[in-house]
Structure formats: C-alpha cells, structure tokens
C-alpha cells in the first residue's frame, strides 16, 4: 500500500476492489481547512468514472503495469486481435478495453497493450494518427473564412468534422483523445 500523495496521473490503481487509471489528480487546501487531493478516475472493467477525496494519510494500492507495442492485425467478433512485435505471439483483447479509439483501427497500426502479469488490463491508440477521407461533401470555393466544418467519412468507417477545404481522397490527422480533426496530413 502507497499514500495518496505517491500517486499521480495516468497511474495504475486497485479502487474497492477494482482497477481503475488516475486521470486527475490535485492537492487541495481551501482556506482554514484541512488539506485533501481531488482524484478523477476510470473504471478499467465498467469504463466508469469515479471522483474521490482522499486525505493526506489514506492509503491506496498502486499497481505495477507494464506495456508493449503489439501491431494491430484483425477483429474477431467483439475481440481486437494483436502481435507482439518481438516474438510474434497473437494475443485477443476485448474491443472494449480500447474504448473510442476502436472506431480508428487499421490494419498494421501499432497500439501500446498495458499488462497486470500476463493479463491485458489495457490498450492505447497513438495520440494521433493519419486516415484518408473516403467521403465528404464537396466545400463551397471561398467559404474558408468561418470555422465551419462539415462531416466526413474515414476509411476505417469512422465520422469526423473536418473544415469545409477538405476533399475526399484528402489524408488526415486526427486526435484519437478527443476524436477531432488536427490538421491535413503532409
């Protein structure tokens, strides 16, 4: 068991019983009262999110993860089928533990799975990543100057606002934390 104060962001810990990743984390002390750290965490089995208090002295066990990069190969039903990139061993994850990032999977696209023993507890997309737009309506010529944007399909079946300069056949980058266009890949 670790203090509270021994945590901090993206750290892996066990909540009632339950793995759950640290999103924020804030020490706190208002006025003449008594200090407290503020601590936003996910659910890793139910994708809840969960706000709590802690005191200075609360006790909270930290879990040891490690990741790999394992490069993305096929879905099998409601499973993500992946590589190890070093040994060639096939792992199933549930699509789930991917989250919203599921919609962006391509073939051959590498992904960090984060691992409790031999057990894959987690899995993370690359901040950003490149698709190419299959289909969108064509941009008025000249209507550049508002922050207008418009719908377009990618070509892993994901749909994403994108500005109204953006064409079919145009590759781009994406955020997959927020799920929104970044800028036209070069």
Do not use: W
């Not at 139910?46 to 709590?52: D, H, M, N, P, Y």
Request: charged residues 30%.
């Amino acid at each position: 068991m670790a203090k509270v104060s021994d945590i901090s962001r993206g750290t892996f810990v066990r909540y009632s019983g339950e793995l759950a990743q640290v999103l924020e984390y804030e020490h706190r002390t208002p006025g003449n009262l008594r200090a407290f750290y503020q601590v936003k965490m996910r659910n890793l089995n139910s994708g809840k999110l969960i706000e709590q208090r802690f005191r200075p002295d609360d006790e909270i066990e930290i879990v040891r993860v490690h990741f790999k990069e394992q490069q993305f190969l096929y879905m099998d039903g409601n499973n993500v089928v992946c590589m190890d990139n070093e040994t060639f061993d096939q792992i199933m994850i549930h699509k789930e533990t991917l989250g919203d990032g599921i919609h962006y999977l391509k073939e051959g696209m590498n992904i960090k799975i984060y691992f409790e023993g031999d057990e894959p507890i987690y899995a993370e997309l690359p901040l950003t990543i490149e698709l190419e737009v299959t289909y969108t309506e064509p941009g008025l010529r000249g209507d550049t100057a508002t922050r207008t944007l418009k719908a377009a399909t990618l070509e892993t079946g994901a749909s994403v606002k994108v500005p109204l300069f953006i064409n079919t056949g145009d590759r781009i980058k994406i955020d997959t934390r927020t799920n929104t266009y970044v800028e036209r890949a070069k």
